[in-house]
């Protein structure tokens, strides 16, 4: 069975930046396919991150520049690094496997970017 957890999350003034992490088990990690997600209040979830096997990467144009997705096979884990951070990206920042057949999400981790 596969699973995901998120941590990392927390409060951060608006410039910072914030790592989360992602931990991924019951799946060869070597072959997971893993994208970062978040959800505002009263918002739908958005795509922020993929990252594929082979190690290429994708943002939206949100992100891009700012958030940077990367693993660690040892640990198997699965990392968001995430700079120059506005309130605008407040919300609960969500980490998913999708290479298994099926897509498995974590519970969560919850970011807020405030003064």
């Known amino acids: 069975q596969v699973k995901v957890a998120e941590s990392g999350g927390g409060l951060v003034q608006p410039g910072g930046s914030l790592k989360l992490s992602c931990v991924v088990s019951?799946?060869?990690?070597?072959?997971?396919?893993m994208t970062w997600n978040r959800q505002a209040p009263g918002k739908e979830r958005e795509w922020v991150a993929t990252?594929?096997?082979?190690?290429?990467?994708m943002y939206p144009s949100s992100v891009k520049g700012r958030f940077t997705i990367s693993r660690d096979d040892e640990k198997t884990t699965v990392y968001l690094q995430m700079n120059s951070l506005t309130p605008e990206d407040t919300g609960v920042y969500y980490c998913?496997?999708?290479?298994?057949?099926?897509?498995?999400w974590g519970q969560g981790t919850q970011v807020t970017v405030s003064s």
């Open positions: 998913a496997e999708a290479g298994s057949g099926s897509t498995t």
């Open positions: 990252l594929w096997p082979g190690g290429a990467t």
């Open positions: 019951g799946f060869p990690f070597s072959e997971a396919i």
